[in-house]
């Protein structure tokens, strides 16, 4: 099977190119954003990760697959609150969620970030630039100095975008080519990778 990171990569960096517009206010409004949201950013990323399954891609498939359910949910937090899924009651509805989900992603994205250091620079940037993201857009949304990082989110997540396009970009010509066309940046070195884990249920196997 072919490489599809290209695909999620460019799904991801869609969907942040156009959030970030909102953010920016190039553009207003999240109702245009919900397709962009599910097709780009969930639909691309989650069939890339799970292609990556298959070719036993870990780094892949986990952060393709991580992300792409994160759009998702956002997808449908945007549809309820336009009332898409039925009545909608404020008062039984709290914002503030959406900002504790992005402090939970935040928190994954530390362990992400530090595995993409080890996978190239342009990975490891997207990673530094999302770790921006999500603690911002939650301290916005929690109302704190919304000013400051309502600016830092849009501008991160615009960072996100334009990283993505990059990578995307090349990962499609240097695969096409059979070699590299525009370069990622080695990985940085820091860690050492150790040999493969092996899975309980093979450690059983090869008891029996």
């Not at 994205?109 to 530090?114: A, P």
């Not at 940046?185 to 093979?202: C, E, F, T, W």
Request: proline share 4%; with cysteine; glycine share 10%.
């Amino acid at each position: 099977m072919s490489d599809p990171t290209a695909l999620g990569v460019f799904g991801l960096s869609m969907v942040t190119f156009v959030a970030a517009s909102a953010k920016l206010h190039w553009t207003e409004g999240v109702t245009y954003l919900i397709p962009w949201a599910l097709f780009l950013g969930s639909i691309a990323q989650i069939w890339a990760s799970a292609v990556d399954f298959k070719k036993n891609n870990y780094f892949g498939s986990i952060v393709l697959g991580a992300y792409g359910l994160f759009w998702i949910a956002v997808a449908m937090h945007w549809a309820i609150s336009l009332g898409w899924l039925g009545t909608f009651d404020p008062a039984k509805a709290d914002a503030k969620q959406l900002a504790i989900a992005c402090i939970g992603y935040f928190i994954f994205s530390l362990f992400i970030m530090v595995a993409a250091f080890e996978a190239n620079k342009v990975f490891a940037a997207i990673l530094v630039l999302i770790n921006v993201l999500l603690p911002s857009l939650a301290l916005s949304i929690l109302g704190v100095q919304p000013a400051l990082f309502g600016s830092l989110a849009a501008w991160s997540e615009l960072g996100i975008s334009l990283l993505g396009f990059y990578a995307a970009g090349a990962i499609f010509l240097n695969n096409f080519f059979g070699r590299t066309m525009l370069p990622l940046g080695a990985p940085l070195g820091l860690i050492r990778k150790g040999p493969a884990l092996v899975p309980a249920d093979s450690k059983l196997k090869a008891a029996a």
